[in-house]
């Protein structure tokens, strides 16, 4: 998922590398959260994070 994101003409057509997808995904792992993504054509993209309370 996140290569697709890292894709050259998304980056030109939303200006975004998916490096913040990916440290956001690195992040969310070191916390043992949970983190996916729910994508449909013409209609966008959800991200979903989910942290432990401690």
Known sequence: ?????????TKRKYGCTGLRLALTK????????????ESEIGMGTK???????K
């Open 1 to 9: 998922m996140i290569n697709s994101i890292r894709d050259g003409s």
């Open 26 to 37: 690195k992040s969310v792992m070191l916390n043992k959260g949970q983190m996916w993504v």
């Open 47 to 53: 991200v979903h994070v989910m942290l432990p309370l």
